[in-house]
């Protein structure tokens, strides 16, 4: 109640069905959340002969923006791996390394990948920072949204799908998660309960902070999303009010869903 800014939560108990909602089909700004999004394509692709996790991917003045990450500080001319851009993009949430990603599988497909798993509101607009506009990013109803549109129910479909292997494929799937568990920072859910295994992405925006995720407690499994936005202040520190209320709020959704301890 004392938090100055806008909440939108889904849960689910991935084993029982049980879920908790606070405004769970709010249609949120994703920030680096769609990169969930841009690594299922990627796969799905790679899964399909049209890419390959050895194609090189070389760094130019024209792929670097701001933001996290740690390609910008590299020479232009550095060339890399497929494979390595979507670690950097998912493991420390690169943003040069995206936009290298999405200018290889394009933002349209990204998006088509995303309707043909049923969901509807969960887009990719476009590359990080400009360029690379998908037919949907270039509707004037969505360029309040930025890079990318989601809902938190969707977003924790989404992880439950991965979790039930039904995402390109099982063994895809089970890979794409165990990269998810590898993640650096770890400062919004389940941020005390670093002693379980969790699969997450998170994101963040001046005012915004997102984060999707499954943790995988000994008494089950939790999905979770959760989206802070419209807070008055900036503060980029671990100490963020929203990283601190998602941390807490975790918790509380968390135990509230999983059954009982014996």
Same mark, same amino acid.
């Given at each position: 109640?004392?938090f %100055?800014?806008?909440?939108?939560?889904? =849960?689910?108990?991935?084993?029982?069905?049980?879920?908790?909602?606070?405004?769970?089909?709010? !249609?949120?700004?994703?920030?680096?959340?769609?990169?969930?999004a841009v690594m299922?394509e990627?796969?799905?692709?790679?899964? =399909?002969?049209q /890419?390959?996790?050895?194609?090189?991917?070389? #760094?130019?003045?024209?792929?670097r923006?701001?933001?996290?990450?740690?390609l910008? %500080?590299?020479?232009d001319g550095?060339?890399?791996?497929l494979?390595?851009?979507?670690?950097?993009?998912? /493991?420390?949430?690169?943003?040069?390394?995206?936009?290298?990603?999405?200018? $290889?599988?394009?933002?349209?497909?990204v998006?088509?990948?995303? %309707?043909?798993?049923?969901?509807?509101?969960?887009?990719?607009? $476009?590359?990080?920072?400009?360029g690379?506009?998908?037919?949907?990013?270039?509707? @004037?109803?969505?360029?309040?949204?930025?890079?990318?549109?989601?809902s @938190?129910?969707?977003?924790?479909?989404?992880?439950?799908?991965? &979790?039930?292997?039904?995402?390109?494929?099982?063994?895809?799937? $089970? &890979?794409?998660?165990?990269? /998810?568990?590898? &993640?650096?920072?770890g400062?919004?859910?389940?941020?005390?309960?670093?002693k379980? @295994?969790?699969?997450?992405?998170?994101?963040?925006?001046?005012? #915004?902070?997102?984060?999707?995720?499954?943790?995988?407690?000994?008494?089950?499994?939790?999905?979770?999303?959760?989206?802070?936005?419209?807070? @008055?202040?900036?503060?980029?520190?671990?100490?963020?009010?929203?990283?601190?209320?998602?941390? !807490?709020?975790?918790?509380?959704?968390?135990?509230?869903?999983?059954?009982?301890a014996?």
């Amino acid at each position: 109640s004392g938090f %100055a800014g806008h909440v939108s939560l889904y =849960a689910q108990n991935l084993d029982t069905g049980a879920t908790y909602a606070i405004n769970g089909d709010d !249609q949120v700004r994703t920030a680096s959340t769609i990169k969930v999004a841009v690594m299922i394509e990627t796969f799905a692709q790679v899964s =399909a002969g049209q /890419m390959h996790w050895n194609d090189p991917l070389t #760094l130019n003045k024209d792929s670097r923006t701001a933001g996290s990450g740690i390609l910008p %500080a590299f020479g232009d001319g550095l060339t890399f791996t497929l494979r390595d851009g979507v670690n950097l993009m998912m /493991m420390v949430s690169d943003n040069t390394a995206t936009n290298l990603v999405i200018d $290889r599988v394009t933002a349209d497909a990204v998006n088509a990948r995303m %309707a043909a798993l049923g969901l509807t509101a969960t887009r990719l607009m $476009r590359r990080i920072g400009s360029g690379g506009e998908s037919a949907e990013g270039k509707l @004037p109803a969505n360029q309040k949204f930025g890079t990318g549109r989601s809902s @938190p129910r969707e977003m924790v479909r989404l992880m439950e799908l991965l &979790e039930r292997g039904e995402v390109v494929s099982p063994a895809a799937s $089970r &890979e794409m998660l165990a990269l /998810m568990k590898r &993640e650096q920072g770890g400062q919004g859910i389940w941020r005390a309960w670093w002693k379980y @295994p969790k699969a997450t992405k998170s994101g963040a925006l001046d005012r #915004l902070r997102s984060n999707v995720g499954i943790l995988y407690h000994p008494r089950g499994r939790i999905a979770l999303a959760i989206t802070c936005d419209e807070m @008055p202040e900036i503060v980029w520190t671990v100490d963020n009010p929203a990283l601190l209320l998602m941390s !807490q709020v975790s918790e509380i959704v968390a135990d509230g869903l999983l059954p009982p301890a014996r």
